[in-house]
């Protein structure tokens, strides 16, 4: 059975032979070789690997926030400046990073006020973004008075606000104790099961990678590449248990497994 059935067309981010080089003061650093991917729409692609296989620079260089040296790079089918100028992506950082003298739908509100939107359509799509994490009647609240898995939400509905089609997730819960890390993995699948949106999503956990991705990326450093990508065999429909199952449980050793190969490349 397919991971994701909503899964259509052709590419949303499409990179071909991408490479990005760092000159620094100690020489060169290859952060990304020969990396070829292709992530259709509504696909959740999780990214996996040690420290320095490039899994943030690949996600910023499809941000346009850094600029591949080799290769070409296309989401929506245009460079990634053109498509970060579309609003074509929203993004979530590791830190929930919301602005402490702003309530959550002030810290919601502040990108599209900067994008010239209305205030009605702010207000409503405040209104929908919270709803869609889970925080509605938290609008009113700053973001001290939250505890830390809703301020992640908090940012990840700042992310969804102007309703882009792909969702760029760079560890985003990474900082969470364990149990409200769960909450939000199934938070974050129904979310994508509602609304159909591609995720890219960088993590260093393999049950995280394993429960939420229809497409498992394994990378390798030194130069950071691909070594494995690994479309699940899992149905969209998980509940957490899921992770008891044989199948996933094959599924988590086959990651481990690309990890380890990559390694041994080293
Ligand atoms: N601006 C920069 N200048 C120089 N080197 C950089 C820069 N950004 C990243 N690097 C290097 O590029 C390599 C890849 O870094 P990157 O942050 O993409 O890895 P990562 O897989 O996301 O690591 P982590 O899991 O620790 O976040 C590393 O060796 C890093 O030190």
């Given amino acids: 059975m397919p991971a994701a059935t909503q899964v259509t067309g052709a590419p949303v981010i499409q990179a071909e032979r991408v490479g990005l080089t760092f000159q620094t003061a100690d020489g060169p650093v290859h952060a990304l070789k020969d990396v070829d991917l292709a992530i259709r729409a509504g696909e959740f692609v999780s990214f996996i690997g040690p420290s320095g296989c490039g899994k943030t620079t690949f996600l910023r ?21 053109a498509a970060r100028r579309a609003r074509a992506y929203g993004y979530v950082f590791q830190a929930p990073g919301l602005y402490p003298w702003r309530t959550i739908a002030g810290n919601i509100s502040l990108p599209l006020e900067i994008m010239g939107f209305s205030k009605s359509d702010r207000e409503e799509r405040i209104a929908r973004v919270l709803d869609l994490v889970e925080l509605s009647g938290f609008g009113g609240k700053f973001p001290w008075q939250l505890s830390g898995g ?22 985003p819960f990474g900082a969470l104790d364990e149990i409200v890390r769960d909450r939000l993995n199934e938070a974050l699948l129904a979310l994508w099961r509602k609304t159909g949106k591609t995720i890219g999503f960088v993590t260093h956990s393999i049950p995280e990678a394993v429960y939420l991705s229809t497409k498992i990326v394994v990378m390798s450093p030194r130069p950071g590449r691909i070594t494995r990508v690994i479309d699940s065999p899992l149905p969209p429909d998980r509940p957490l248990d899921i992770r008891d199952t044989p199948e996933f449980i094959a599924l988590a050793h086959e990651v481990r497994e690309g990890l380890r190969e990559g390694h041994a490349v080293d």
């Fill in 61 to 81: 260089s499809v941000a346009a926030l850094e600029t591949p040296t080799a290769g070409t790079l296309r989401v929506n089918g245009v460079d990634p400046d």
């Fill in 150 to 171: 809703m301020q992640q939400r908090a940012s990840i509905a700042r992310a969804l606000a102007f309703d882009a089609d792909i969702l760029l997730m760079d560890e």
